[in-house]
């Protein structure tokens, strides 16, 4: 097996022509955290539905874990965890007696499933919730269950999409914490899809860009960001002083980039953020705020898309 996933031209069309995914390539070696960042409906969930044998695609192959997601979608889902945006859980059942529902539908024998399911609600922090129903826990306590629920029959391929979206920053981190654990220490190949820089950044091995249903810069986050290279200077224009105004003070020092809130030049050389202020002050510029910008991921998004990641409101991806 070359690698953990392998997508080749990968499609997902809708009825009304709508596609959702419109034909991508990548390739996530053993191992490895992958960082499938974009917006709501660029295509993210799809993708995680089509590899996980949920969603058949129109067009396009895949192998994952060396199986084919078409024909061979029984072995595929041997070899795969799935932590999915909505989890499937009975209100009604404790964490403990899911946890030892899912070791048996995975044919785990029964001797075994006593010491896994303390060993998963361990790991995930919920050993003292392990015998309340599901229906008294909380957002994050149900997020930190399905993530055991994918754990239970050790896969060797972890799929989580948008895992930590609505959690708290102490649940977020310690699933943080898990996901760089199972990388280390159990070899485990994790596809993370999220719409959260900061995530992508601080977990993934590499990132995957995807906008409208193509992947539109992939890469080391690293490497994404040299990219992009040179710092940005953003500029707001206070009272008296005209968008235009600005704009051609800070041309002189770079190309002007796409803003949502300000005027934005990336530097090229022509001078730092000093000589930025000094051209402000002489030409008696009144400037609301000004910011100085290292690159980041959402600059890379702004870069290939010409508009930010964060905060991107996007239409919802159509239903499976």
Known sequence: MKGAIEVRGLVREFKGGIKAVSGIDLDVPAGQIYGFLGPNGAGKSTTVHMLTTLLPPTAGSARVGGFDIVKEGPAVRRTIGAALQEAALDPLLTGREHLKLQLALHGVRRTERGGRTDELLERVGLRLAADRKIGGY???????????????????????????????????????????????????????????????????????????????????????????????????????????????????????????????????????????????????????????????????????????LEGSEEPAEPEA
Request: aromatic share 4%.
């Open 138 to 308: 909380s957002g994050g306590m149900k997020r930190r269950l399905d993530l055991a629920l994918a754990l239970a029959h050790r896969p060797r391929i972890l799929f989580l999409d948008e895992p930590t979206t609505g959690l708290d920053p102490q649940s977020r981190s310690a699933l943080w914490d898990e996901v760089v654990r199972l990388k280390r220490d159990e070899g485990v190949t994790v596809f993370l899809t999220t719409q959260y820089l900061e995530e992508a950044d601080v977990l993934a091995d590499r990132v995957g860009i995807i906008d409208h249903g193509r992947i539109v810069a992939e890469g080391t986050p690293a490497s994404l960001k040299a990219e992009i290279g040179r710092p940005t200077v953003e500029a707001m224009p206070g009272e008296g002083t005209t968008q235009r105004e600005l704009e051609g003070i800070l041309a002189r020092f770079g190309e002007l980039q796409p803003s949502t809130s300000g005027i934005a030049v990336r530097l090229d050389g022509q001078g730092g953020l000093t000589e930025v202020v000094r051209a402000l002050d002489a030409a008696q510029a009144n400037v609301a705020a000004l910011h100085l910008h290292s690159p980041t991921l959402d600059d890379v998004f702004l870069a290939k898309t010409g508009r930010s």
